[in-house]
Structure formats: C-alpha cells, structure tokens
C-alpha cells in the first residue's frame, strides 16, 4: 500500500482539486442551488483521473526510458522495482473504470441541470480526459515526448476543469470563466514546466522532448516567469470586470502573490536542476491558496 500511495504522487493531487475547486467557487458566484452529489462526483472523477495519469506516467517513463538510476527528481515506483509493469498496468486499469464509473454517476446527478446533450458532450470529453492521461507517456509516438504536454495539461487542468465544473453546476457557458481558467491552466503548465526543468538532463537522454528539453534551461525559466506572471493577471482582471467595485475582500486572493513572486526570484537564481523539486509542491500549496482565498472573498 505504500508503494501505490507513493505511486499516486499525493503532491499532484492538490493541484487537480484545486482547479475543480475554482470551478466550483465560480459556480456559488452564480448564486444557483448546487446539489452536493454533483460537487462530490465531480471531486472524485477528478481525483481518479489524476492518479490514472501519474500511474500512466510511471508505466509509461519507465518503459521509454525517461526514468532511469540518472534521473534528478524523486523515484518511480516501475523504475525503482517497488511495483511491477505487470502490477502497474492493473492498477491503470482500476483507475480507468474507477473515473468512468465516477464520471457517468456525477453525469447522471447533473442531467437535471445540462440535459442530454450536455451529459453527451461532457462524456465524451471525459473519454478523451482518459485516453489523455494513458497516451501522455505511452503509445508508439507519447504526445509528452514531443512537447505537447503543457498544451494538455492547459486544456484539461484549465479549460475543462474550471469552465466543465462550472457548466456541470450551472448548465451555461459563461465566456467570463475562462479568466480564471486560464489562471489554474497555467499554474498547473507551471508545476508541469518547473518538473520537466528538473529532468532536462534524462529527458534528453531518453529522447522526451518536453519544451525545457527543447529550448533549454535559461529559457525555461523566462517560459516559466511569463506562466506565472500571465496567471496572477488573469484572476485579477477578472474580478475588477465582474465586480463594479472591487473591495479589499474581493482582492483578498492578492495576498498569496508574495508566494508566487518569491518562488519566481528563487527559480532565477538555481543553477542546480535538482534544487525546483521542493518547488513543484510550493507552487501546487499556493495555487490552492490562491484558490480558496479567491473562493472565500467572491463566493461567499
């Protein structure tokens, strides 16, 4: 058990809840009847999808060779011998019908809410949140191996997390959404980008051509600061549209800032790769924050 519990990288977790839970702060802002079950369903399907993606990656790394005795961030359970291809596979199997299941019960206690066609629309993305999390680091041709795992994760951590989380609680489209979205896409791109900083050396070797990989580390970091700076900015502009006036509350997510800008001056400063893995679950810690103080001073 506690080698699947290392498996299921508990520090990425948080990042996933954290942008279900923006999705669901921005549902309350809508000020309709919220049924528990669906909030509960929608957490859950999120949590499975996110482990069936850290154990796809495991399997996947360690059958490409992106993890190997060399690698700087912390050991997979594959590479290490903890857990065995054959285990992992099971265990990417469990997850996969665990989030089909959760997925079509939340889809079930959200139809009064967006109908058929909305229940068709949201399985089929779910479908493609599953092949997603399997295809990242497994197949022939890994779209993580070519530089897309950033426009992946954007899309489904941002877009689809916050904005589908919205539309399951509310049932509309809400084009003001996609503010904050994009801010919880990014800081996940940032946690994505700050890992695959830390492993540009195996990466290479290994032939996965992550974006750190391809442009290098000095301009990994300048990537980085513009993520960072571009998703502190979105929330923001958000908030001083959708409020006539703005009060010190409904700013109260401006304080976590400091957090952000101190790990941005600390990235700039590391020279030893292997020094931004602390930093993965600080960014992970202040993105809740930010989540939940922004959820506190506008929701409620």
């Not at 197949?139 to 589908?164: E, M, N, Q, R, W």
């Not at 590391?270 to 020094?275: A, D, E, P, S």
Request: hydrophobic share 50%.
């Amino acid at each position: 058990m506690k080698n699947w519990i290392e498996a299921f990288r508990l520090r990425t977790l948080m990042l996933s809840l954290a942008c279900i839970l923006m999705g669901v702060f921005l549902a309350k802002m809508s000020h309709v009847d919220i049924d528990i079950l669906s909030i509960i369903f929608t957490f859950l399907t999120a949590l499975f999808l996110q482990i069936l993606s850290n154990l796809a990656n495991d399997y996947g790394d360690s059958k490409h060779g992106a993890d190997h005795d060399g690698r700087k961030g912390p050991k997979r359970t594959v590479q290490s011998g903890k857990i065995s291809p054959a285990q992992m596979l099971n265990g990417i199997i469990l997850f996969v019908v665990l989030s089909l299941i959760s997925g079509i019960l939340l889809l079930y206690f959200c139809m009064p809410t967006i109908g058929n066609s909305g229940a068709i629309s949201l399985f089929v993305l779910g479908i493609a949140a599953i092949i997603a999390a399997i295809t990242y680091t497994n197949g022939k041709k890994p779209y993580g191996y070519i530089g897309l795992g950033d426009i992946s994760v954007f899309i489904f951590f941002g877009l689809i997390a916050v904005g589908g989380t919205y539309y399951l609680l509310v049932g509309c489209i809400n084009i003001m959404v996609l503010l904050p979205a994009i801010s919880c896409g990014l800081f996940s791109v940032g946690v994505l980008n700050l890992n695959n900083m830390r492993d540009i050396d195996s990466d290479l070797q290994a032939g996965k051509n992550s974006i750190p990989a391809r442009i290098g580390f000095a301009k990994s970091k300048i990537y980085h600061y513009n993520i960072i700076v571009i998703a502190l900015l979105c929330t923001l502009v958000f908030v001083m549209f959708y409020n006539e006036m703005p009060t010190w509350k409904n700013l109260s997510f401006v304080a976590c800032y400091p957090f952000f800008l101190k790990q941005l001056f600390t990235i700039k400063s590391t020279t030893v790769k292997q020094n931004l893995d602390p930093m993965l679950k600080q960014l992970a810690i202040s993105t809740m924050l930010f989540v939940v103080l922004f959820g506190l001073g506008n929701a409620f």
